[in-house]
Nanobody, 120 residues
């Protein structure tokens, strides 16, 4: 059974930084696509950043240059370093995993989410 558990969310002022972590268990193959998604109140869930089984990242335009996704295959962990945070980054952030190696068209497993709140 695949489990994804996020941590690291919190409240920060605009311009601040946060680092999200995702601990994964139950994945039978470590080189799967993983990613971070977010959903703000009243909005649809959106893709923030993904990383394929070879370590190639893809970022949403809204976070390019500010967020960095990384994965530690040995620890089965996924990270999202978020810098220069803006109020519009406020959302519930989800960790996700896929049965794909590359590309990463869809995701099958989801965590419960961790809240990020950015105030101006």
């Amino acid at each position: 059974q695949v489990q994804l558990v996020e941590s690291g969310g919190g409240s920060v002022l605009a311009g601040g930084s946060l680092r999200l972590s995702c601990a994964a268990s139950g994945l039978t193959y470590k080189r799967y696509c993983m990613g971070w998604f977010r959903q703000a109140p009243g909005k649809e869930r959106e893709r923030v950043a993904t990383i394929d089984g070879y370590g190639t990242p893809v970022y949403a335009d809204a976070v390019k240059g500010r967020f960095t996704i990384s994965k530690d295959n040995a620890k089965n962990a996924l990270y999202l370093e978020m810098n220069r945070l803006k109020p519009e980054d406020t959302a519930l952030y989800y960790c996700a995993a896929s049965g794909y190696v590359t590309p990463c068209p869809e995701f099958d497993y989801w965590g419960q989410g961790t809240q990020v709140t950015v105030s101006s």
